[in-house]
């Protein structure tokens, strides 16, 4: 009789078991039940997206080698890369205006799909222009920058911007500023 119940409680189980197995399996043509796992999928651990400025026209940053990134500004793909072997991607995208969320997309298959945004920011030297100096040329020993290259019978002024000026130790003519 105990032998009968095991029997008859074996077949219950199986039954039940087969009876639910589509739901969270696949039924094999010879019956057996494969069960398929969404959670199978790796997670992309290594995504970052350097800052963006409205007068750029790369969005850069790490991902897993051999993943897609793809860029989408206002619901639109704007560019799309492959991330390369040392893991950072760069992908060519139309210049952004300050402020727009531009949303970046890294898959690869047998891994979930990520997405990251990052907000578009005002570059500080966009609209401003360079700023040329002249400094002393030929034999003049003289560390002084001055507005324009004729300025105090200069002779042989040589232009550059300010800051390389600077950078090169001359200082501004008091004259001239």
């Known amino acids: 009789m105990k032998k009968k119940l095991q029997s008859i409680v074996l077949a219950f189980m199986m039954a039940l078991t087969v009876a639910v197995a589509p739901v969270g399996g696949v039924i094999t043509g010879n019956g057996n039940v494969a069960v398929i796992e ?3 999928q790796k997670t992309i651990n290594t995504f970052t997206i350097n ?3 409205n007068s750029y026209r790369k969005v850069t940053g790490k991902g897993l080698r051999g993943a897609k990134v793809k860029a989408y500004s206002q619901g639109r793909l704007i560019g799309s890369a492959t991330v390369r072997s040392n893991s950072t991607y760069s992908i060519s995208i139309p210049k952004q205006p300050a402020g727009r969320t531009v949303t ?3 898959s690869k298959s047998g891994y979930k799909t990520r997405s990251k945004s990052v907000t578009v920011k005002k570059d500080r030297t966009s609209g ?4 040329y100096v002249y400094v002393n040329g030929g034999n003049s020993k003289s560390k002084i920058y001055h507005k324009t290259a004729h300025a105090h019978n200069m002779e042989g002024a040589i232009k550059m911007t300010e800051k390389q000026a600077k950078a090169r130790g001359y200082r501004a003519c008091k004259r001239c500023w």
């Open 104 to 106: 970046i997309k890294i």
């Open 51 to 53: 800052s963006l400025y």
């Open 128 to 131: 401003v222009s360079t700023k």
């Open 38 to 40: 969404a959670a199978s």
